[in-house]
């Protein structure tokens, strides 16, 4: 390869290089005004048919930034910010069946969405909708006892909650 060749090879490359670096970026993240010490995390929504996940998430959610403990967990009025949520969806999806035509598998899936209020500004900060998190659970039986379940719904819980705490804190899910 000739000199004139090499570097022709060279720019090329290098040109390639930088569009292919340009194009993985993330999203830009403004990390929380440095002000913003204490968090106050609202109910969730429910728009799912399950009464009972709005207090298990906010329960979730609540021990995750305890266990965190970079911003400290506070009532409405001594609150820095306001952590909003809404419970989309809940999902129990049959996966596979046995030969007599019994549920063998199931997926379970949520899909949150949710956002945070500077106080002190009156502005929300950010909004992050359909958050989504699901596990698989089997049967042992052929069909959905309800113990199984709730663990499926616990252990999505969980997930969600570690990732809005991220969310929150870190700027990514």
Do not use: H
């Not at 340009?22 to 204490?38: E, M, S, W």
């Amino acid at each position: 390869m000739s000199t004139k060749s090499r570097g022709i090879y060279l720019l090329l490359v290098s040109c390639c290089l930088a569009l292919f670096l340009n194009g993985c970026t993330y999203d830009t993240f403004f990390p929380l005004p440095v002000y913003i010490k204490k968090i106050c995390i609202t109910g969730f929504e429910n728009k799912s048919y399950r009464p009972d996940l709005p207090e298990k998430i906010l329960q979730s959610v609540t021990r995750e930034f305890i266990i965190d403990g970079r911003l400290t967990v506070a009532g409405e009025k001594e609150a820095d910010a306001v952590l909003y949520g809404e419970i989309s969806r809940y999902d129990l999806q049959p996966l596979s069946y046995t030969e007599q035509m019994k549920v063998q598998e199931y997926k379970v899936r949520m899909v949150l969405s949710f956002w945070l209020k500077d106080v002190k500004e009156n502005n929300v900060l950010w909004r992050e909708d359909n958050l989504e998190n699901f596990t698989t659970v089997s049967s042992l039986t052929g069909g959905l006892e309800v113990e199984l379940e709730n663990d499926a719904i616990e252990e999505v819980i969980q997930k969600l909650s570690k990732r809005v705490v991220k969310r929150v804190i870190d700027g990514w899910t």
